[in-house]
């Protein structure tokens, strides 16, 4: 029995878990301490009051026998029409016109990223910024695939522009971008789109901080950019715009006009969830159903407005300490230069150590990420505000 060697190539453990121990580690030594973690971007606000009465609406109709539901319905891999529907008109009000079956419901962005990649031959090349977010290097690596990177760096603000000299298969994009909170404007991802199709290529969207954009320049779609159909699939959640990070819930649109190597995409994506998944569960949809109507946008940009101001808090900070920083603005991410040049888990020790707060490691995300450090607007407003004065007195 031979088992997959590539999982050798992946480093011990994934980013989150190390932080996560590390955290647990000190904690245990120091319980009387109180650590405010800003590290992994989880989400502080309850859900929105429409989700919990949609939820709780749904788990009635489980008790039911007339209205108990068991699988998904079939036609749109186990997406109920409510939460198809409501998502095609969050696109709609983007300029963004979708069919349904375009649209596929899955428990979160973060299990499609790894999934998709069933779609391709391990012989393709993806291509990857250095920085990211790290399941898009582990995944690919745990295929075999070779990996090539896009040096995101303070020169080009962290976002880099493609290069017609590299040659790559699939092309990942997170905008506004995990961890350094820069966001393409439409010239930008245009750029990316024509050079995809040049390339027969195909971009891999995350989407998962598009509600944090305030910018107008900036899309909140890749199928906002002309060509993008040809070329993209994007990848969408729940978890940060609505605080399902617990619920799970999220979607992937593969347009039925994506084809590569004579097959229409989209069927294949079809053809793996339903193989290989059973849908997310009925009270999630139900809960998501209820996220894109008036009165839950409306309850959710409570939330969001919320981590905006922490977001604002850690800049105003950042700012006063004359330290370096992308991200804050249309992100709920800051991505910091790490102080008095040094290195980012010397970084994440001293902060730990002398102001118990916590972040991540720019190393974490790409080398290119060594010097850097991110902090998350996911906290609670009173435990950003005292973090941010602890980073006050510890760095000033
Ligand atoms: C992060 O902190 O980068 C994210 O919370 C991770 C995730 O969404 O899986």
Redesign the pocket.
């Given at each position: 029995m031979k088992i997959n060697e590539n999982f050798f190539n992946l480093s011990e453990n994934y980013l989150?878990s190390t932080v996560g121990a590390k955290v647990s580690a000190y904690q245990k030594a120091h319980p009387e301490k109180k650590v405010i973690k800003l590290s992994?971007?989880?989400v502080t606000c309850p859900l929105a009051p429409s989700v919990i009465a949609a939820m709780h609406r749904a788990v009635d109709d489980l008790a039911r026998a007339e209205t108990f539901k068991g699988y998904g319905p079939d036609r749109y891999c186990y997406g109920y029409d409510v939460l198809i529907d409501s998502i095609k008109g969050s696109y709609a009000r983007k300029g963004v016109a979708l069919s349904s079956d375009e649209i596929f419901i899955s428990d979160g962005?973060?299990s499609d990223l790894g999934n998709l990649l069933d779609l391709f031959s391990a012989d393709n090349t993806a291509l990857i910024p250095d920085p990211v977010?790290p399941?898009y290097v582990d995944t690919n690596v745990m295929a075999g695939r070779k990996v090539v990177f896009a040096n995101a760096n303070e020169g080009n603000m962290f976002l880099p522009m493609p290069d017609e000299k590299v040659q790559s298969d699939i092309i990942y994009i997170c905008s506004p971008n995990?961890?350094t909170g820069a966001a393409y404007d439409r010239v930008q991802l245009k750029a990316w789109v024509d050079h995809a199709i040049r390339h027969g290529a195909i971009i891999l969207y995350d989407a998962?901080y598009e509600y944090f954009i305030t910018d107008p320049a900036l899309p909140r779609s890749i199928f906002e950019i002309e060509g993008a159909r040809e070329c993209a699939i994007e990848i969408c959640s729940y978890?940060k715009t609505a605080g399902f990070t617990g619920v799970r819930c999220g979607y992937t649109v593969v347009p039925n006009t994506l084809k590569r190597g004579g097959a229409l995409l989209n069927r294949l994506w079809a053809r793996r969830q339903s193989t290989k998944f059973n849908g997310a569960s009925y009270i999630a949809q139900m809960g998501a159903a209820a996220v894109f109507t008036e009165e839950g946008e409306r309850e959710i940009a409570v939330n969001i407005d919320r981590y905006r101001g922490n977001a604002k808090r850690i800049s105003e900070c950042l700012e006063g300490l004359g330290i370096w920083f992308t991200g804050g603005k249309n992100s709920p991410y800051l991505w910091m230069k790490c102080p008095r040049g040094m290195k980012s888990w010397e970084f994440f020790d001293h902060l730990l150590e002398r102001a118990n707060v916590v972040g991540?490691p720019g190393s974490g995300f790409g080398k290119n990420g060594e010097g850097f450090f991110r902090l998350?607007a996911f906290g609670t407003p009173e435990n950003t505000r005292e973090a941010c004065q602890r980073l006050g007195e510890i760095l000033k």
């Open positions: 989150f992994i971007g989880d962005a973060k977010y399941v995990n961890p998962a978890s991540t998350t």
